[in-house]
């Protein structure tokens, strides 16, 4: 299994709650759509500079990389990148 973790700043301006669920609505709603993809969840923080996590659980290292280029996962990307200050990502496998 691999376990992956981003977390992330938001721009200034941007309304961090509003924009977390709008990005947890997107990708959460991907498991079960993309092959290997076992568990995604999106979270506001409450502590430390960042503003969010994503943590997700994969079959493998080869799911994790079909997923990063899925176009399922670059659609939902593509409708929150923006948002996006600062990116911060760790993967292992477990």
Request: charge should be negative; aromatic fraction near 12%; glycine fraction near 4%.
């Amino acid at each position: 299994m691999v376990k992956h973790i981003v977390v992330y700043t938001l721009k200034e301006g941007v309304d961090k709650a509003a924009a977390v669920e709008e990005i947890s609505v997107l990708l959460e709603s991907l498991v079960g759509k993309i092959p290997g993809l076992n568990w995604l969840e999106v979270c506001q923080t409450y502590q430390g500079d960042m503003d969010y996590c994503l943590y997700s659980e994969f079959d493998s290292r080869e799911d994790l990389d079909a997923y990063q280029v899925n176009p399922l996962h670059l659609e939902a990307k593509e409708k929150f990148q923006h948002y996006i200050a600062t990116r911060v990502c760790a993967d292992y496998e477990y």
